[in-house]
Structures are given as structure tokens and as C-alpha cells.
């Protein structure tokens, strides 16, 4: 095991992070102030590692290393689920651990528009491990022989890690006063920060009317009625210094009760108005933003406004995902099967997926693929099988011209030859769809929140007409599923899933045969980066 301590830390090096030994007390073992500015070398992590053959490996955060480590402690006593939730969805991809307690570390690549650079908790049961801070890495274990483990094919050797959320950046950015963290080596966590949104109350000359409506606010938002807040509210005015006269004290009263009544109206207007104007599925964190909400009054007062539309009807929860909504769209279109046209299009494809599955007009073709598994390769054999007979767009978000052409030149076919549309795009590709041609997207980037995949392809959905997209997706090692699951199947006509050397059919809406399509696989060989060989047809595995 001190062997593979040591192996590890210095891989770990030549990856370029930080590195240091720590005891089986999760504290350093050696004065390690200076790796937070320089890389140690491999000569004094064998040193150190000849001392401390036990040591556990010790991954330096911040600038230095380039990555931040968000720490989920769920056995902490104001951990909430909900919160976890909301601000990191169930889907994301990056490098993570599992902790021996069960917790989760997740590992990002260090924002620079992070305003935080110490270590704290931002969040309940959620601490963050920027600049000046460390956390343990696989394979260590712990004082009780329990190890830090990569969640499967997510450690730092196989993926990059990801970018932080945006939510959880606004989050720290619009919350933070004074960066005062300071580890605390008896409860083994950073203090508390404190939050903008303290305030402090004082019933003497000049902050007398502001301490007066902060007090109305918070009464009337915790639900007291509104004869109950004016009984405290009478006592408090008249206890001031110096003292309101009775006349004066029941002006300010009624002022202060109706800014508060007004001030929460507003906000429930404008979270209201904000659902309404909201397409697919979204997160409370989201309408915050959306409202500019920053203080703990208003989000309460957000959370208060979306729960009174969710028990009326207006909006539903997204599954089991907490704090995620969609409104409810009762606005339903006619079926006009009258004129609608049975003639299925006649698309060329690799692998002779046509033999199989009918493609008609309107349809949405998802495929997902692992990386180097022959995405762009499929793709571009799409595009050279029936350019000569549909318009077709491909929007690329990766590939510049330069790449393009040489991909290009691969095929058995002239440049000048290749009769299609290349355009570069990354996002918001329901505004270019070109609703009667053959529109390909390569790749549909989803970074973080991947339930939005299925809103982001009904969105492509909602603007064809006689046309087709075909969406390309990104997709784990081993997953049976691109990202997003099962909510890129929703508009799918067609769904296949591509690994390397193998492709699979997942869903098939309309069957050229009755033989029933859905599971079926086939083997193959990509050469050249462009050319598909296979040894034998589709069959079921």
C-alpha cells in the first residue's frame, strides 16, 4: 500500500496538481504553505514518502493546481438534500469521490471570477476547498482503513474537470461580505462566513423607521397575521429613542406594514410573470438569478410565490429532483391527420439504419456516442449519403474550417464536391433550425444541469416542419444512456447509442419491416476516420 501511496502522489504531479503528504488526521504532515505557489518535485515526494509511507495523499486546491474541491458532507446536521439538489443536479460530470463517511468530493477546474479564495461553507453541509485549501485523494485511506474511492470513470486520469456551477459561483459571489474562513482543527471544518443579508437592528435615532420595516418584513413573511405584527410593532414604537408620539407611531406603522405587504407582492409579480414567459424544465436557483435575489427576504419570498403556483396547478415538480419545476402548458394544437403525409423520407444511412427504421418529417434522431466512439464520422457519412437529394445544415461546435477540410479529405470525394451547409455554432440551436432541410448538430453541449437535454431538443422539435434534426450527444463510458437519460428519448423518433466498435438502437418509432428493431446492435471498424466496415448486418445480442 505505501508503494501505491507513492506511485499515486506522483502521478497525480505529473498531471499538475499539487501535492502534499497528510496524516491519517487529515492534517499536513510537513510545513506546506509554499505548494500552494510552487509544484513539489518528484525527489521530495519520494522524500516525503520514505518518511511517511503511510501518509495519505494530500491534493492541493486553488490557482496552483487548477481545480476547486466542493466537499458534500451528507452526515452534517444542516446538510439538506434539497440544497445539494438545487445547485448541483444529478447528472453532472466531473471527476468525483466517494469519502469514507459517505460524502462526495467533486472536483472543478478553478473559476476566474470566483471571489472567493479561502476555504469555507457557503452552502449547509456544502464546504468549498479553493486557494490555501487541500483535500485527501484516492487511494488513500483513512485512520480506519476506510478509502477515498474514484465514482467510476470520473477520476482526474480519465476526464478533465468540469466547469463550477454557474449557480453555485452566483451563490458564493452574492453572498459573501467578508472572506474570514479559518479551519478549525477540533471540529475539522472551516468556520461559517458571514451573510450580506445581516442585519443589525437598532431603535435609536436615525435607524429607527429602517429597523421598524425590517422587523414589519420579517413578521409578515414568517406569516404573522397582520394584527399580531402590529401589537409588537406598537410596543417596539413605542419604546424607541427618542420616543414616537402615539399619532406618529401608527403613520409609521401603517407606512411600514404596507411597504412590507408591497415589497412581497412585488416579488411574487415578478416570479409569477417569470414562470409564465418560462419554456421547459428550471430551478428555484434560476428564478434567483432571474429576479436578481439576493437577500434571504427575498428568496424566501420567491420559494413562497413558486409554492403557491405548484399547489395551484401552474407548475409541477420535475420527478424526484427537488427544487426543479416546469410550468404546465395546457395550450394543445389540432392534429391535422387529414393532409398530413404518410411518405416516409428517403434517407440514406450508415450502416443501412433505413432498412430498419422509417425516418417522416418532424422527426428527431439523437446519437449519443462515447467519446472517440465515430460521432463526427457517422455524421459526416450522413451528410455525403444524401446531400445530392436534401438541404442539409450542419451546425458544428467544435470543428473550425481548417479541421473540416482535413476530415473532409478523407472521403472518397473531391472538396468541391460536398454540397451542404457547414455552419459553427455552440448553443441555442432552436434559432438557426432550418425547419424543411436535414438539420445536424454536432454535438448538442451540455456542461452541467443535463436534465435541460430534453427541453433543449423540444425546442429543436418545436421548429421543424418537413424537415429532421439529428442531435448528437456526448455519452459516459458503460452508460446505457447519453446525458440527460431518459429525457433525450422523449422526441426521439430514433435513438441509437454508439461506443467504440459498436452501435445500438435503443428506440425506434417507426419499423420498416414488422421485425422489431429496438435492441438491435451491430459490430463494426472505423478506418481513416471516415470509413465504417462491418463484418455482419444487425442482429440482437
Known amino acids: 500500500m505505501e508503494k501505491i501511496y507513492l506511485k499515486a502522489a506522483i502521478q497525480y504531479l505529473r498531471n499538475g496538481y499539487s501535492i502534499i503528504p497528510v496524516g491519517k488526521n487529515k492534517k499536513p504532515l510537513i510545513a506546506w504553505k509554499e505548494f500552494q505557489d510552487r509544484l513539489p518535485t518528484e525527489d521530495e515526494i519520494r522524500e516525503w514518502w520514505n518518511q511517511y509511507p503511510k501518509a495519505m495523499i494530500g491534493v492541493v486546491t486553488g490557482p496552483i493546481s487548477e481545480i476547486c474541491v466542493v466537499d458534500i458532507d451528507r ?65 488513500s485511506r483513512n485512520g480506519t482503513g476506510k478509502g477515498y474511492q474514484w465514482v467510476e470513470g470520473l477520476s482526474i486520469d480519465d476526464i478533465q474537470p468540469g466547469p463550477l456551477p454557474r449557480a453555485y459561483i452566483n ?86 406594514l404596507e411597504r412590507a405587504r408591497r415589497k412581497e407582492r412585488n416579488i411574487h409579480k415578478d416570479a409569477e410573470d417569470w414562470v409564465s414567459v418560462t419554456n421547459g424544465y428550471w430551478s428555484i436557483t434560476e428564478c434567483y438569478q432571474a429576479l436578481q435575489s439576493v437577500t434571504k427576504e427575498e428568496k424566501n419570498a420567491v ?31 389540432d392534429i391535422d391527420f387529414i393532409s398530413a403525409t404518410d411518405t416516409a423520407m428517403d434517407i440514406r444511412w450508415p450502416f443501412r439504419i433505413e432498412d430498419h427504421v422509417q425516418i417522416m418529417p418532424g422527426n428527431i434522431i439523437v446519437v449519443a456516442g462515447e467519446p472517440n466512439s465515430g460521432k463526427t464520422a457517422f455524421l459526416l457519412n450522413l451528410v455525403q449519403k444524401n446531400m445530392a437529394r436534401y438541404e442539409i445544415y450542419y ?72 424537415g429532421i434534426a439529428v442531435i448528437a450527444i456526448q455519452k459516459n463510458k458503460g452508460a446505457d444512456y447519453g446525458l440527460g437519460g431518459g429525457r433525450g428519448l422523449e422526441k426521439a423518433r430514433l435513438y441509437l447509442t454508439m461506443e ?33 466496415f462491418t463484418d455482419q448486418g444487425w442482429k440482437r445480442p
Open 75 to 139: 452526515y452534517a446536521q444542516d446538510y439538506s438534500e434539497d440544497i445539494e439538489l438545487e445547485y448541483f443536479p444529478e447528472g453532472i460530470v466531473t471527476p468525483t469521490v466517494q469519502t469514507p463517511r459517505g460524502g462526495t468530493h467533486l472536483y472543478f477546474k478553478y473559476p476566474e471570477d470566483l471571489n472567493l479564495t479561502i476555504n469555507a461553507r457557503a452552502l449547509p453541509g456544502i464546504d468549498f476547498r479553493g486557494r490555501g485549501g487541500y483535500v485527501v485523494a484516492p487511494p
Open 171 to 256: 451563490n458564493i459571489n452574492s453572498s459573501i461580505r467578508n472572506v474570514r474562513g479559518s479551519y478549525n482543527s477540533v471540529t475539522d471544518h472551516y468556520q461559517p462566513l458571514q451573510d450580506v443579508t445581516d442585519v443589525t437592528v437598532s431603535f435609536e435615532q436615525g435607524k429607527r423607521d429602517d429597523s421598524l420595516f425590517h422587523t414589519a418584513h420579517c413578521l409578515i413573511k414568517g406569516g404573522m397575521s397582520e394584527s399580531d405584527a402590529r401589537h409588537i410593532l406598537d410596543i417596539l414604537a413605542n419604546n424607541c429613542n427618542p420616543l414616537f408620539s402615539p399619532k406618529e407611531a401608527q403613520v409609521k406603522i401603517d407606512s411600514v
Open 303 to 333: 420559494r413562497a410565490a413558486v409554492h403557491r403556483l405548484h399547489k395551484a396547478g401552474i407548475i409541477e415538480k420535475h420527478g424526484n429532483k427537488n427544487g426543479v419545476y416546469r410550468t404546465v402548458n395546457t395550450q394543445c394544437e
Open 395 to 466: 451546425f458544428s461546435s467544435e470543428m473550425g474550417a481548417l479541421e473540416l477540410r482535413k476530415r473532409l479529405k478523407k472521403f472518397d470525394a473531391p472538396l468541391e464536391d460536398w454540397k451542404f451547409h457547414p455552419k459553427e455554432r455552440a448553443s441555442n440551436f432552436a434559432d438557426v433550425i432550418k425547419p424543411d432541410a436535414i438539420n445536424i448538430i454536432d454535438f448538442l453541449e451540455v456542461y452541467d444541469e443535463f436534465y435541460k437535454i430534453g427541453g433543449l431538443i423540444k425546442e429543436i422539435y418545436d421548429k421543424l416542419k418537413k
Open 500 to 532: 467504440p466498435g459498436k452501435a445500438r438502437i435503443i428506440k425506434a418509432k417507426n419499423w420498416t419491416t414488422f421485425e422489431n428493431p429496438n435492441g438491435m446492435e451491430i459490430t463494426f471498424k472505423l478506418a481513416q476516420g471516415c470509413k465504417f
